[in-house]
């Protein structure tokens, strides 16, 4: 490669990326830039209004995890707050999902993004935000993928009147093939390289954020003013000799997905091709973490089942074969979340994984967004809505990954998907021990385990119902589907996008 490797959810996002290091960026300048401008092309994905995680490892120095995930607000208690559901149509099924001004989780990507950018970016932000001003003023096609979104979150993006101006223009939502624009996020980031992340968490940003949604929302000046963007050391370990980095706590994502490598490459069965061995590493990786998991304002607790002698109660579990009983089927989510995956040519690595939910409801038409509904995620809230004692980080299940070897970054990978990132980024970790290119690893079908149904996608040869575990029925999925997650990853060599969400890869 002459620049690098990238690999995202939709080819303008691709393409921003290799602009930025066609101009001398190297991988965080081009990983900032294709996440500002995938909040155009995949707009029902990310915003500037959501939240992230960025693991960054430059060459020669230590990697960081930049932690820009939402946080709560402080609690109003007794406030008369605009939070409600609404029903959104899959086909074969509906789901529920909670929008208002009261799903508003305090937003994080605008100055998590533009952190990493002054951390370590070598190229001046007018640079790395050029590509995504111009893709916001002269409008994206949109992909079959963003356009199913643009169709089934219809009733979230037009719930305002500025929502139906801009996502549903000629008075029909959007589809593929449409044209999207978006001026008003153009003069957005025409601001920010003015006048930083200050202009939409302390300046006018900000106020037009407030008088949007905080009437009978939780979001306040202060909450927006303290809002903090948190460094975190990675979380560590060892997998087929290969050193591996995450995503750590508060974060449960980076946690849970070391946890069911270590059973395997214990157990030794990291490279069987005996299904049931990875169905039951799911099955006690999600027992170990509702086991430990038991105070819901203590979100770095599961960190606990890495500890020795817990871990070995788990090992000895998944070695015995014994049934396990009493898993709970995981809360839906759409897993509205993309990814970026970098290698540079100079060996720095960025993957970063964000979201902007399903959105509030509520757009901001001078600003052209619309911030989050967190706050509604049935997922991020095991004990409620609206149950927290203080603003704090929400745990998420965002693991950017990367894989070192003694040459530095082998493998960049992270993946949308809710729940089911941990079990995507698995199984195409695994695919690649067992010798596929990264192509076949991330397009090869996949299975969920989700309480007692194990999804499985179209092309598998299912297991033995009577060698699964007490009652675990199967759901056969008769197409590839974006529920089994997006997974983005690069090598030096190759680059590849899932296309399950519409993704692509380039080297350049």
Known sequence: MKYGSIAGGEKTTVQSAVDILESGGNAFDAAVGAVFT?????CNLTGPGGGGALLACPVNRNPILFDF??????????KDLDFFSVSV??????????????????????????????????IPLKTVLEPSIQIARKGVILNGAQGYLFKILEPILTHSGSGKRLFSPNGTI??????????????????????????????????LIL?????????????????????????????????????????????LITFSLQLLEKAQTALSTDMMDLIRAMEVTTAARIEVSTDPDNHHEIIKILDDKLFKHYLEKYQSKDGIIGIENDPHSLG?????????KAGNAASVTTTNGEGCGYLIPELGVMLNNMLGEEDLNPSGFHHFNRQQRLPTMMSPTVIMDDDGPELVIGSGGS????????????????NMNLESAINASRIHLEGNVLHCEHKLTLPNENDLPDGIQIHQWNEQNLFFGGVNAVTREEAVGDPRRGGTGEIC
Not at 89 to 97: I, K, L, N, T, Y
Not at 100 to 122: D, F, W, Y
Not at 336 to 344: G, K, L, P, R
């Open 211 to 255: 008088d949007t949604l905080a009437d009978n929302g939780l979001l306040t000046s202060e909450a927006l003013a303290d809002y903090k963007v948190i460094e975190r050391i990675p979380l560590k370990s060892t997998f087929n000799s290969k050193t591996i980095y995450t995503n750590p706590t508060p974060s449960v994502g980076g946690t």
């Open 419 to 434: 729940n089911r990132i941990r079990s995507a980024i698995i199984q195409v970790i695994l695919n690649l021990m067992n």
């Open 69 to 78: 995930f939402v946080d709560t607000p402080p609690p109003q208690l007794n």
């Open 174 to 207: 959007l589809k593929k093939g449409d044209r999207f624009q978006n001026p008003a996020f153009a003069n957005l980031l025409e601001e920010l390289i003015k006048q930083g992340s200050d202009f939409f968490y302390k300046g006018d940003g900000a106020k």
């Open 89 to 122: 149509d899959f086909g074969p099924s509906q789901q529920e999902f909670h929008i208002g001004q009261g799903s508003v989780a305090v937003p994080g990507n605008t100055a998590g993004l533009l952190k990493v950018h002054e951390r370590l970016g070598q």
């Open 336 to 344: 509205a979340t993309t990814q970026v995956s970098i290698i540079d």
């Open 38 to 42: 995938s909040m155009i092309s995949e």
